[in-house]
């Protein structure tokens, strides 16, 4: 256990000493494996001394209180462990003697501000995030390894995001730092290619712990608000990195500006509210200019937008509409007409049918949906015969529609979004009118 003096906060509350740990590794838990990780020159085993720095925190701050610099005393707790690991294996091992030189071999108190580089902490993170989205690394472990050393999730906190079993997640993590170990891949931001190459696949794990927690695929709750704030949060570490990246820009505005409309997608009892049915008052304009700031800067910094910002760019043609109705359509199409040409996919063309179904009409919609119905386009999915429902209800052909709805509720994996659609179906046989969210 680290010694020293442990200035601390009051302790009278209950519990206090255990959430102040869990607060503290949530928001420094990037900068504190990095920095060990560049300290000790091995990613898995930072990661590993990280958590042990935290399982002493459990037990030492709820007994001796919360030091005055908690970042500085986990950090300080994981080196001297680091030390002691290299101690064991070898007493004049060079790493041990230069780590030990640099700590004082204990001098320092386990708060001491000296450990804290602030002049390190943005490489230090961005080289994580390198690090957990290397391409040598699955997909799944990337999204497990970026939640564990970025977001400073536990691994029954992502079990629980993904709907899998801890064991599942611990297996993943643990065989994703083997493979970084294998592969010999150095803690640092890779330059020029490489970094444009790797850049693309972090962005890409940020987008899909957002996407999932935007609109979960199964469970019971429509939105995990918990899982898309925190690819939020890493969006804008990144943005804060990497502030000229017009790729990072572009994806912290879609992020934004999607989960601007959060707080009125969700009733009550937590059913989903469709879009024209929400009250936009109850939209996080706050989230709103945020994004729309972020957007306007890739526009600036970049040679036209991307994938994300043109996504964005889509977000806030939604955000700044004073209704469904008075939404700019055209435009939304003409976007969607960019980003299929950019990158195009089965779920960007039946999105863009659903912008041309407001547009121009139910009928030039249709004839887009069949045409990815011919090519057996999103098999599986709940989302082609749901959309393709609700235009076949806009154009009077009822049976057609309550098949298609009906279809789609089997298909669909979340519990609210499968219970909407049953809705939509209910109410074709009862005669009452219908809507989409689009």
Known sequence: MAGGHRPAVSRTEPGSGRRAVEAVWRIESARIVGALARYTGDFALAEDLGQEALAEALVTWPRDGVPHNPAGWLLTVGRRRAIDGFRRRSALDDRYAALGRELGEGDAPPDADVLWDPDRIGDDVLALAFIACHPVVSREARVALTLRVIGGLTSDEIARAFLVPTATVQARITRAKKTLAAARVRFEVPTGQERRERLGSVLSVVYVIFTEGSTATSGQELIRTDLAHEAIRMARILAR?????????????????????????????????????????????????????????????????????????????????????????????????????????PVVELNR???????????????????????????????????????????????????????????????RERDLLRRKRDALTTGATSQIEW
Do not use: K
């Not at 972020?294 to 937008?305: C, D, F």
């Not at 386009?377 to 429902?389: D, I, W, Y």
């Open 241 to 345: 990195l990497m502030p000229d990246e017009p790729e990072v820009l572009g994806l912290l505005a879609l992020l934004e500006l999607t989960a601007a409309r959060f707080p009125a997608r969700t009733g009550p009892d937590g059913e989903p509210v469709l879009l024209e049915q929400q009250d936009r008052g109850r939209w996080d304009r706050a989230a709103i200019r945020r994004g729309r700031a972020a957007l306007a800067r890739a526009e600036r910094v970049g040679r036209g937008l991307d994938a994300y910002g043109l996504q964005a760019a889509i977000a806030e043609c939604h955000a700044t509409a004073p209704s469904v109705g008075e939404t700019d359509w055209e435009r939304i199409v003409l976007l969607y007409d960019a980003l299929n040409r950019l990158a195009p996919s």
């Open 353 to 415: 049918a659903v912008a041309i179904s407001m547009a121009e009409g139910p009928a030039a919609a249709l004839r887009v949906v069949d045409d990815l119905a011919a090519a057996g386009a999103l098999t599986g999915s709940h989302l082609l015969p749901s959309v393709r429902g609700e235009l076949l209800r806009r154009l009077g052909r009822v049976e057609e529609a309550r098949s298609e709805l009906t279809r789609a509720a089997e298909l669909s994996g979340n519990a």
